[in-house]
Nanobody, 116 residues
């Protein structure tokens, strides 16, 4: 059974930084695409960044150049380093895992609030 557990969210001032972590279990981590999504109040969930099992990365236009996704296959963990945070980055951030035949799985989410 896939388990994804996020941590690292919180309250930060505009311009600040946060690092989110997601620990995965129940999967062969290195064979999965791992990603981060976010959902702001009243909005649809959107892709923030993805790190494929083959080593490619994808970023939403709104975060490119400010956020960096990374993964440590030895620790079964994916990270999201968020710099130069803006109020519009406020959302619940969800970790995801995906693989052909296994579908898309989510963590429980972690709240990120950017406010002065």
């Amino acid at each position: 059974q896939v388990q994804l557990v996020e941590s690292g969210g919180g309250l930060v001032q505009p311009g600040g930084s946060l690092r989110l972590s997601c620990a995965a279990s129940g999967i062969i981590f290195s064979s999965y695409d791992m990603g981060w999504y976010r959902q702001a109040a009243g909005k649809q969930r959107e892709l923030v960044a993805d790190f494929t099992s083959l080593g490619s990365t994808v970023y939403a236009d709104s975060v490119r150049g400010r956020f960096t996704i990374s993964r440590d296959n030895a620790k079964n963990t994916v990270y999201l380093q968020m710099n130069s945070l803006k109020p519009e980055d406020t959302a619940v951030y969800y970790c995801s895992s995906w693989k052909w035949g296994s579908g898309l799985n989510w963590g429980q989410g972690t709240q990120v609030t950017v406010s002065s």
